[in-house]
């Protein structure tokens, strides 16, 4: 299993901004990234591969920024599993994620890390931090919730 966060870069486009594990499969990231150039009205949506019997599970968000164009920077969390997993299991993970994101002050600044006219200021790193223990902690959540399941079967 895989989680990405991909957000718009936007000088380069779509790009992947974290993934846990750190490397995931450059198909995949190629996709994802396709994904969110999409004009898909629904936050929420599944890509399934029936040959790899694997599918990519989404949710769009806008994040407040200072900085993005439209005062939003639009991205994307992703979930890679196997297709056996029914979708609506990653749904609240995914929303919760998006929320925690979004209702953090300047978290906007994080998605600057990497880019070297904006990462000069002091809250980049912290907020890429924030970012980060987000994700991590979400998914430590959600593997437990996963065994958690598995063993009352």
Sequence with gaps: MYIVLTYFNQIIGPETFFSIPTT???????????????????????????????????????????????????AMISVITDEDYRSKLFYDLLIEISEKIINRENIYKGFYKFDELRNHDIEVDIKYEEIRYILVKSLEKFIEMLDSLLNQK
């Design 24 to 74: 995931i499969p450059e198909e995949f990231s190629k996709k994802i990234g396709k994904f969110l150039n999409l004009d898909i009205e629904e936050a929420f949506y599944k890509v399934v591969f029936l040959d790899r019997q694997l599918k990519i599970i989404n949710m769009s968000f806008e994040v407040p920024s200072g900085w993005g164009r439209g005062g939003v920077e639009e």
